[in-house]
């Protein structure tokens, strides 16, 4: 059967995002910092990288023959990946809702963009900041406000001891410190 005749697969419609999902019922929490840098990312696409795509694949296409042109197959990919992500970017901005951490600063309750260090039950310390799912970075030490340790720690004061369900079993951290940025992140 003729490739042209064939449905690509499905793959090409849906978001294929490495980010998980939002919640059901929930909001899309982003610190300023983050919104600025997924919009950002959205102009980049629309107003420079599609367009310059999309001459490509035309120049491409009035070379003639398409099924050997690889200049038109590639850019014609590229294309459907630019177009995807801006879905997906679209999607994410429009349901944003904008936190400034900066507004809790000198608090010692967890709230979300808060850095919290805690002591685990094992004695291992570590410091992590509350971010938004679309620019937590956990080589950063940034954790999504949906992961399980953050969900423990949200709402949680200096000196208190929460419980971290884990495949393994309960584990007890202790909130040794909560602090936020003194300005809006950017």
């Known amino acids: 059967?003729?490739?042209?005749?064939?449905?690509?697969?499905?793959?090409?419609?849906?978001?294929?995002q490495v980010r998980p999902p939002l919640p059901v019922g929930t909001k899309n929490y982003m610190t300023p910092g983050g919104y600025a840098r997924l919009r950002s990312e959205w102009l980049?696409?629309?107003?420079?990288?599609?367009?310059?795509?999309?001459?490509?694949?035309?120049?491409?296409?009035?070379?003639?023959?398409?099924?050997?042109?690889?200049?038109y197959i590639y850019g014609k990919k590229r294309l459907r990946e630019i177009d995807r992500r801006i879905r997906f970017l679209t999607k994410r901005l429009e349901?944003?809702?904008?936190?400034?951490?900066?507004?809790?600063?000198?608090?010692?309750?967890?709230y979300f963009g808060a850095t919290v260090t805690y002591v685990d039950d094992l004695d291992v310390t570590r410091t992590i900041t509350?971010?938004?799912?679309?620019?937590?970075?956990?080589?950063?030490g940034q954790v999504s406000w949906i992961a399980p340790v953050a969900r423990a720690l949200l709402?949680?004061?200096?000196?208190?001891?929460?419980?971290?369900?884990?495949?393994a079993g309960a584990r007890a951290l202790e909130i040794l410190g909560v602090s936020?940025?003194?300005?809006p992140i950017n």
């Open 44 to 71: 980049e696409l629309m107003d420079n990288e599609r367009p310059r795509i999309v001459e490509i694949v035309h120049w491409a296409a009035s070379n003639g023959d398409r099924s050997e042109n690889g200049d």
């Open 130 to 140: 509350i971010m938004g799912i679309d620019e937590a970075d956990s080589s950063q």
């Open 155 to 167: 709402k949680a004061r200096v000196g208190d001891e929460v419980m971290l369900p884990t495949p």
């Open 180 to 183: 936020y940025p003194s300005q």
């Open 1 to 16: 059967m003729s490739k042209a005749f064939t449905k690509e697969t499905d793959a090409d419609e849906d978001d294929g």
């Open 95 to 110: 349901v944003a809702e904008i936190v400034d951490p900066a507004v809790h600063a000198g608090s010692e309750q967890v």
